[in-house]
Nanobody, 127 residues
Framework: QLQLVESGGGLVQAGDSLRLSCEAS????????MGWFRQAPGKERAFVAA????????YYAESVKGRFTISRENARNTMYLQMNSLKPEETAVYYC????????????????????WGQGTQVTVSS
């Protein structure tokens, strides 16, 4: 089982940037496909971005394309989400998650595929 700890959330203004980190407690981090999801109050947890085991391919929700960047450093067991031009409607708890195996296309966006989840980090964007 992969233990995941998110950090980097906070309160920012619309248009600002934040970088989230997700640290994993496993030596075989490079065998896990990883993703970011978010959950706003009263809404379902939604896909944000995903990345393959090697980091060579990334997938994004349409709403964040061009503004968010997912990346990973397998040597540091860490994944990141760089978020630029944040909007108030993106206020949510952001979760990192992972599953063993490679990520390809639609399967990466399905939260049911992910077996390990972090506790989440709050991102609040004020207008």
């Amino acid at each position: 089982q992969l233990q995941l700890v998110e950090s980097g959330g906070g309160l920012v203004q619309a248009g600002d940037s934040l970088r989230l980190s997700c640290e994993a407690s496993v030596r075989t981090f490079g065998t896990w496909s990883m993703g970011w999801f978010r959950q706003a109050p009263g809404k379902e947890r939604a896909f944000v971005a995903a990345i393959t085991r090697s980091g060579d391919i990334q997938y994004y929700a349409e709403s964040v394309k061009g503004r968010f960047t997912i990346s990973r450093e397998n040597a540091r067991n860490t994944m990141y989400l760089q978020m630029n031009s944040l909007k108030p409607e993106e206020t949510a708890v952001y979760y990192c998650a992972g599953f063993v195996g490679n990520c390809n296309g639609p399967g990466c966006k399905d939260r049911r595929r992910y077996k390990s989840w972090g506790q989440g980090t709050q991102v609040t964007v004020s207008s």
